[in-house]
C-alpha cells in the first residue's frame, strides 16, 4: 500500500494506492491519523482511483477520520471509488454522511 497526500490550505488530499484492508490497517491508520493530528487540516479527500477492495476494517478507518473531522468541523469526501465499494459504503448509509464520488 503506498499513501501520497497533497495538501491545500486546510484540506489534505490523501491518494491510496492498493486495496485498503486489514492486513494494513495500522498503517492507514497511522497516516491519516499523523494527517489529522495538524490542528490546519479540517477537510479530507481520499482518493480511490487506485483501491479495488475496501473491507470492513478500512471503513472503520474511514469513520474513524469522520468522527475526528466532525470535532474540528471539517468534511471527508470519498472520490473516484469503483462500484463494488461505492455499493458498501452506500449499503452502509455512510452517503448520508459524507460524499461519495464514482470514477
Not at 495538501?7 to 494527517?35: Q, R
Not at 479527500?45 to 476494517?57: H, M, P, W, Y
Amino acid at each position: 500500500m503506498n499513501i501520497s497526500v497533497k495538501t491545500e490550505g486546510n484540506k489534505a488530499i490523501i491518494f491510496f494506492e492498493g486495496n485498503v484492508v486489514a492486513s494494513i490497517a495500522e498503517d492507514v491508520k497511522n497516516a491519516l491519523n499523523s494527517i489529522l493530528a495538524n490542528d490546519n487540516i479540517k477537510n479530507l479527500e481520499i482518493d480511490f482511483s487506485k483501491v479495488e477492495i475496501i473491507d470492513s476494517v478500512g471503513i472503520i478507518i474511514i469513520i474513524d477520520c469522520y468522527n475526528i473531522l466532525q470535532q474540528k468541523e471539517g468534511t471527508i469526501a470519498i472520490k473516484n471509488v469503483n462500484d463494488n465499494i461505492k455499493r458498501v459504503f452506500s449499503l452502509m448509509n455512510l452517503d448520508a454522511h459524507f460524499a461519495i464520488d464514482s470514477v
